[in-house]
């Protein structure tokens, strides 16, 4: 079964300066990997997903993310953070295997300072 | 564009009643998941369908929780006997086939057991 990890409850940054919020997942196959988020009384949105090519994906909003099949990670990062991209940020992961369910970490709550 | 739809919003039950959660996907969407998302947590994956395939069930947390989709559009989450533990944020989203991971989430029903 699949999982994945979230380890930082919150992130803190400077506005203007790089942000990275971390993720690590496991799975018996191939990952299917992606991000979203959500802002304060707002649904939740897709950011950005890996399926297969490219380590590095970009998203939505100046996001990128970096597949790293060795150390088993999908960190999420901008390089130059603004308050409003405070929210709250989960790392997602599906199995390969035809069908897809998909699972959340817990979450991380990223609090960008002016 | 019709994005997909929760009704009610806001659902507060005393405990031991039945209550039931209905999602209209986006038109087309064959993939429906069903998630729930209690305070200060992550998302907890309930079930999902897709197309005519059997559902997913592995994330309903007792039998108390059952959900169909009728006609492979509306889906109902169905609570019997509610718990004080069952208060969430109970979440649907749907995507294309294709697309695979939830694209689309609706705005939740905020469920309150009294």
Known sequence: AQSVAQPEDQVNVAEGNPLTVKCTYSVSGNPYLFWYVQYPNRGLQFLLKYITGDNLVKGSYGFEAEFNKSQTSFHLKKPSALVSDSALYFCAVSENTGGFKTIFGAGTRLFVKA | ?114
């Open chain 2, 1 to 114: 564009g019709a994005g997909v739809s929760q009704s009610p919003s806001n659902k507060v039950t005393e405990k031991g009643k039945d209550v039931e959660l209905r999602c209209d996907p986006i038109s087309g969407h064959t993939a429906l998941y069903w998630y729930r998302q209690s305070l200060g947590q992550g998302l907890e994956f309930l079930i999902y369908f897709q197309g005519n395939s059997a559902p997913d069930k592995s994330g309903l947390p007792s039998d108390r929780f059952s959900a169909e989709r009728t006609g492979g559009s509306v889906s109902t989450l169905t609570i019997q006997r509610t718990q004080q533990e069952d208060s969430a944020v109970y979440l649907c989203a749907s995507s294309l086939k294709t697309g695979g991971q939830p694209q689309h989430f609706g705005d939740g029903t905020r469920l309150s057991i009294l």
